[in-house]
């Protein structure tokens, strides 16, 4: 891997990380882990100092807390982060499992194995831990790590992945297993995305314009992961004190990520009850409400919704709000508006629940539950490395299991087809 | 749908697609694959008319006579065809299956199940039984099928397309679950490429050229078929007459077809043997012989091999040679130019053999076989929509249980996240 340079030379990057590949599914993975995590605690210092460079250059540009905030590492966040990697090492393993297996009619024996994609692509917005988490899990997964984080937290990754680099090669594995795309130049973006046969698998994991952006560009397979807009709807049914329960935590509990509610739908029978009461105690958790007209009429002060409220993944301490008059008007509303990641209704209609279920079409459905629960490490798959927001591959929450591939063994004694 | 028109509302289709297909998965799927079998030999006259046209068309340009047997519909083709559409009847439902499930710590009951995609795009070459296949493949799985053959083979689809439709409709479908792009216009390739959000899953099918050129272009999600440069490698210790038959087999039991071998390895050691005799009886079978240097010298009628032929999926009675000195090398030469479909060692070396099918990156890795056996019918499957060649999602033959996707049911009792 060159450093920071303006020819960084991404066709022998992914060379490298070809190569290297065919070697890990039998290198010891974890062993590269351990000397990952112990060396993200002994180089802190350092990594400290590279990411307050980072943070100090952001705050002078007068960019938000909130933003600042993802950007920083402190003793403890990497702690944090050095730990996870140790709970990747007591994960089973994720390659050559049996997936499936049979004997065919002539004697042939199938076996259908889990096998690495050989080369993952990451391509990331500021968080730095991100950067870890992807390098780990690919690692762990039998795969090559290309990172691509965003420019505003270039010298933390640059250190991060230096002392990763390190890390594997004391522990006997191949530095080349983690490489950083060191260069702010956005046409590496793009070849990386077009290097058909070169790198396997793109992850885009960011803001909605980023994976629009990577999905729309890319010729290499990829997964769109992470926009939510997501629903909840209250069914004329619901018990209405876990309903307001549910939105309230769907909202606020932390309004900044993808499976938190962005609209709440209620049937028409029980807007009167159960608005006036609801949006008071959502409006004094400082929940900004946009409200249909008729949702107004039982809390006036809530602003007149617009078309693009009903779009928009606000990621924030918003919330629209919409009266529909059936569980069909809103699997419509939702079928419209919503982007296939999590949806819930409450209801203790069997009927509208399953019918629910069936209709809607997203990751996860959930009755009677917040959709804060669409998350690997609540799904207990013990790692994410995204949430998949499309049909191919993978769907929902991904762990380890998601970003491996299989192949067919199949052993004869010499048979052909006739 | 619109018939043949310079004006193909192609976003037209697709929204209707993706309306009918939301009532595809509770639909009695079964009793239109019936109908549609039995319509297409009540209707065979109109189809082989209809094909008459293409075939007459087609041979008035010249076109090779085994492009217009491919082209070609006959009463007992057609008759297969129904068949295999009843066969597919017989075969499980492929959704509502529940692939996992299990139960967290605060009470959520999660189901992994699988669903329909939605909407299905084809794309292929000038077989008309690709049309059948398609669409009611898509059927089973339960999704939309939007068609886009071949403009040499529009007449026979046109008709194809309109019976089924028919007899969608008698059996009460939807007959928007079947719907073909009825015009020459390659632009709506294009569009169809580009319709995020419309269309869940492009297939192409077809020679290498449209393979890339649907892969390169497209911005929703797809599958590489079928592209196979096969190896079959001739280890030390292999049994060789064992090998002899099983090169032959996969070389011409079938040359056109993707898991057809394209180059023979030959382990040094054995090449004395194994290579003048083979070569002989491959050369009595019509195969034409593309030799590497050492390789000719055991049979100088082979012509001189170049890179291209390392290269090339013949698809034809042709076969490259070529000597390696050991399994590792011959794993270097698949790994260079092989096409991740099939490759073959036939060895009696248990550590050979599982180096070979641990290294090698391919959807099957076979010992002491013929690559031939590639295959959704031979493995099992009921079904095949086609062989992938790429790792995301689904590698090797795709039966039904490979065009379906799935979702997370979660049902829960109030839980919210703390």
């Keep these: 891997m060159s450093s920071l340079t303006e020819t960084f030379n991404l066709d022998a990057c992914l060379k490298d990380a070809r190569q290297v590949s065919r070697k890990l599914a039998k290198a010891d993975r974890n062993k590269g882990l351990l000397a990952i995590a112990d060396a993200l605690e002994t180089h802190s210092g350092e990594i400290l100092s590279a990411n307050a460079k980072d943070v100090t250059s952001e705050r002078s540009k007068g960019t938000k807390e909130a933003l600042i905030d993802r950007l920083t590492l402190t003793e403890k966040r990497l702690e944090g982060i050095a730990e996870s990697v140790r709970l990747l090492v007591k994960l089973p393993d994720p390659l050559n499992k049996v997936l499936d297996g049979w004997q065919l009619d002539n004697g042939l024996q199938i076996r259908k194995v889990s096998v690495p994609f050989g080369v993952i692509g990451m391509i990331y917005e500021s968080r730095p831990n991100v950067t870890v988490d992807a390098a780990t899990l690919a690692l762990k997964a039998g795969s090559s790590a290309v990172l691509r984080g965003s420019s505003n937290a270039l010298n933390s990754n640059r250190v991060l992945v230096r002392v990763m680099r390190q890390a594997l090669q004391d522990a006997g594995l191949p530095q080349n297993a983690i490489q950083l795309i060191d260069s702010p130049d956005r046409e590496l973006v793009t070849q990386l995305l077009s290097a058909r046969g070169k790198v396997d698998l793109v992850i885009p994991r960011g803001g909605s ?83 249909c007209e008729r949702s107004r009429a039982y809390f006036p002060e809530a602003k007149n919704a617009s078309e693009e409220d009903w779009e928009t993944e606000y990621l924030d301490y918003k919330l629209a709000v919409k009266i529909v008059d059936s569980v069909e008007a809103a699997i419509d509303h939702i079928s419209t508006y919503g982007t296939m990641h999590s949806e819930s209704i409450l209801t203790n209609d069997m009927k509208n629940a399953r019918k629910f279920q069936e209709e809607i079409d997203a990751a996860a459905v959930f009755v009677n539950a917040s959709t804060r629960f669409t998350d690997g490490f609540v799904f207990g798959f013990g790692a994410e490395i995204g949430i998949s927001t499309q049909k191919l591959h993978a769907r929902g929450p991904m762990g380890l299991a998601q970003i491996v591939t299989y192949k067919y063994l199949i052993d004869g004694e010499g048979q052909i087809r006739s």
């Design 209 to 291: 314009s980023l994976i629009q952006h990577v999905v729309e560009t890319a010729k290499v397979p990829t997964i769109e992961t992470g926009v939510g807009n997501c629903h909840v709807f209250v069914d004329a049914s619901a018990d209405l004190e876990q309903a307001k329960a549910i939105i309230i935590n769907a909202k606020v509990q932390r309004p900044g990520v993808c499976n938190s509610a962005e609209t709440l739908l209620v049937h028409k029978e029980v807007a009167a009850c159960f608005l006036p009461d609801a949006l008071a105690a959502l409006s004094k958790l400082n929940v900004e409400l946009f409200a």
